[in-house]
């Protein structure tokens, strides 16, 4: 059995970038991607459907870039692809509620909210900005108050720090938007590094600049990988090739699919958590890097474009981006243009987080009905005159498992975070997650793919380096643990004058009601009235 | 290929009651067990240690049962072994803080808190027994305020609920006791839940009557899986084979491992979900058990036992129990007096949770000399003077990933809990998790193994069944989903009137210094500020 240099478990943009940047490196390195599905591109697919003027392209997984990510934009010039705004002109279409709530428009990124919810909007995402900025994305297990942002869930803060029921409702649509996920599952501090990863919270949301909906590619992202793979060399890539099992000694590891097993010097793992942690290793990994990624489930969103003889809703005065309360009759979150650089009129929209699990189970043309008909409500009667409509499940895609992102559940980051990008022996991990700029996003998964290289060629190929870079790989492998403080407090808290009153008086009454209850307190006697009184 | 009835994966305690189950009904079922570990009794181990009077045998993993626990009474019976209570004479001893903390001794069943702490944990404990009595373990999702419970962590209930630091600590030892998890980790719905099944909180905690701590098996609780084997034929388990995918069409199930594949009619998982869910599936599993398992992680917790000459700790009044919160000189949360039937004098204890985590990395001489130490501070000078220190870090045990019980995050019950135990064609599950009465717990694996019996042969062997079960079995195979409310109100809430006021001043304050608030206020105009005030 030939002996490779690396192996690479996912032909993601992660992988190719991967897989690109060693060869780029280093020619000679012998390389071999292994990828579950029978295609390539991840989390991102180019498909061709019915259009107006014959057959487009649209993107049924990652679509949209923006000015900020710079790894992702790098690469598109570098593969010569280019880049067009997402179209935003006209009104936004906003609805709080069921099929009876009132449908509102605005036109400015905030939206239309009581003045209440607007004042309450405001604080909170001031709130959100403020700690977003005290986070660290290396490093979040270090940032300010971590172990209890991390031990609360997004839906804990929100309750806390809101007063009326729109702005709950309208940050539980946007975490949906944003992660297919609801905000009860997630951690906050997950939440706050995810944001500071972005460069912040609005960004993750709006199609404004440097947002994360700020531009599409041209012909579809698919692109970017089809054009990396012939560059790696296709026969460098076994397609249906699911990893099963990784067996290492300290020389060599051996990288198993159900009919297959190749040698390497090292291994690097693209693929989602979740999904990396159902490979069999031997010697079994961390305990560690098993808790965390049995911590980071997958999101659950469906994709769906919808393509028209006219751009009717432009006409209408709408900019085609709806943000809406999920409900019975409506299965979707948001909506936006999704017209064609070749003027083929189309809106893609997303079935996300609770909604998913909800409508998942429907056929096709239910849920199908189901969008036509929510379209024709918010942008007029035209919408029922469609010409094709296509959709996409990812939490159906065994090797996906979901999308956009594994996140975090809370408890994990101050204990566990440091596994993320930890290689275990001749194991490396990348793909999105484990990146710290725009983590989650296709740029991320480029930025990630160049750190993993770095780091391999640091072991295999070090005279490939600039010292620099020498320097960078060393460091990059070194996670500090955060140091854990078991030490706490053992006296009560700072208001514990005012208490000590009203329990006194509570105290009483308890002990004349609840006979067990003063049988304990009498049992302790004296002795621990007078040390209470001490300790205060 | 012969053909086989039922394959069960898995030969701990549920898996080995489940195939005497069925074989007790219909001897003639053709039955495969499948472990992975080269041993059978699952999270059950017994060893044989130095003891004073020679070796004795002691339980590394699940060891106590209790009055309450009918599933595992029963078949310890039937089984002919013997229990004894759990030794719990004299003073038990408390630390909060670190090593210079004060330690202070009580024989209650409430830790010696200081008389604010003491009210504080009796209204945190009534607050948690009223809201465990209204929480359906079969359906937790449709338990009052399910949602909201399942969207909040046990620590952000704790914090809110209680103002003395002290309370939140012994919580946090607690928890750290009974999941091997920290409070930061759980579903505070879950928490309910799993409460709920052992009929009280304090039921996990106490070594009363009725509760969790109360019996142990003479013995061994390893003996359970050993006597089980011999009656359901050794012939029909296979050891050291991990099953790695599971294929089913309409008719038939084909189990595999690395080198064999074993063709049935049904199959019966009976591993850890998060164990479960390293399976490869084909057809792959529905998105909501995939879902489910990817947000089920595993308690981390090392056992250990010290063998002693004399049960000197008896001799100086104290019962052996300790609870201290761990500190890094300290590594456990509580140990217990471990002296066997035959009168070997032993402490047994746990490194639980984040402490865990500390501490496996660590030499194993350092956490002895570190356990050895502490409990020579505790129980005196004698403590030193030991036969032999024994652990077991589960964790590190490939086919179990940790011990006790794999815990649901937040946001989960609400959306998944109903793939729990629902089958996905001929796969059954099976496990402690998946039981309502003690789940978690050595009973619960037993009655999830009757569970799970009577359903299989409700398909396979109904002739077997009696009426009763029969429907029992129809009825157990339903699980309805929540009804899930998207409605919510799009006004503000109750003490608007109040906020308005407030909130109106401070807008203006925030006019006066956001000018792009402002922007944003003016381009809605009088119309939002008209309906605002009409909707109050």
């Known amino acids: ?135 660290s994305v290396e490093i979040p297990g270090s940032s300010p108050n971590a172990l209890e942002y991390d031990s609360m869930t997004l839906h804990s803060f929100i309750k806390k720090n809101t007063w009326t029921q729109e702005v709950r409702a309208a940050m ?84 198993r699919t159900e009919s297959e097993a190749f040698k390497c010097k090292s ?69 936006y243009d999704a017209t064609s650089t070749s003027g083929n009129p189309a809106l893609v929209g997303f079935i996300a987080g609770a909604q998913a699990a909800d409508w998942c189970h429907r056929e096709l043309e239910d849920r199908r009905d189901a969008v036509i008909q929510t379209l024709t409500k918010f942008l007029g009667p035209e919408a029922s005159n469609y010409i094709h409509y296509a959709e996409k499940d990812w939490a159906k895609e065994q090797y996906s498992g979901g999308c956009p992102v594994n996140i975090m559940v809370p408890g994990m980051i101050t204990y566990f975070h440091p596994s993320l990008r930890r290689p275990c022996g001749r194991i490396h991990w990348a793909g999105t997650e484990t990146a710290t700029l725009w983590c989650g996003y296709l740029s991320g998964a480029v930025q990630s793919g160049q750190r993993v290289a770095l780091e391999v060629l640091g072991q295999l190929s070090p005279e490939c380096l600039s010292q620099e870079e020498k320097e960078w790989a060393r460091k990059s492998l070194a996670f500090p643990v955060p140091h854990r403080d078991w030490k706490i407090a053992t006296g009560s808290s700072s208001f514990s004058a005012y208490l000590l009153l009203s329990t006194a008086a509570l105290g009483a009454a308890l002990l004349w009601v609840h006979p067990w209850f003063s049988q304990v307190l009498i049992e302790r006697g004296l002795s621990i009235l007078q040390k209470t009184y001490m300790m205060q």
């Open 1 to 135: 059995m030939e002996l490779l240099d690396v192996v690479i478990v996912g032909a993601g943009l992660s992988g190719l970038t991967t897989a690109r940047e060693l060869l780029k490196r280093n020619a000679y390195l012998k390389i071999l991607i292994l990828e579950g599905k029978a295609r390539i591109g991840g989390r991102t697919v180019t498909l061709s459907l019915p259009a107006a003027k014959g057959e487009d392209s649209w993107d049924l997984g990652g679509q949209w870039v923006g000015r900020t990510q710079t790894h992702i934009l790098d690469l598109i010039q570098e593969l010569g692809l280019e880049i067009y705004p997402q179209y935003t002109e006209g009104k936004k279409v906003y609805r709080l509620g069921g099929p009876e709530a009132e449908i509102r428009t605005y036109t400015s990124s905030i939206p239309p909210l009581s003045l209440m919810g607007l004042i309450d909007m405001q604080l909170l995402l001031w709130k959100i900005d403020k700690l977003r900025k005290t986070v």
């Open 267 to 335: 291994v690097i793992v693209t693929s989602p958590p979740h999904l990396a942690s159902k490979i069999h290793y031997q010697p079994p990994l961390p305990v560690e890097r098993e808790s965390l990624t049995q911590n980071m489930p997958m999101g659950h969103m469906m994709k769906f474009i919808v393509t028209y003889p006219t751009t009717f809703w432009r006409e209408n005065g709408f900019s085609g981006e709806i943000v809406t309360q999920p409900s019975s009759e409506c299965p979707f979150s948001v909506t």
């Open 172 to 255: 539980e649509l946007s975490c949906r938007s944003v992660f297919g996920m609801e905000t009860s599952q997630l951690s906050f501090l997950y939440f706050l590094m995810y944001g500071a990863a972005a460069g912040g919270f609005l960004a993750l949301l709006e199609a404004t600049a440097g947002s994360a909906q700020e531009y599409k590619v041209k012909g579809g992202t698919q692109q970017l990988s089809e054009i990396l793979a012939d560059r790696v060399g296709r026969q460098n890539i076994r397609l249906s090739s699911a990893v099963t099992a990784i067996h290492q000694d300290s020389g060599i590891v051996e990288v």
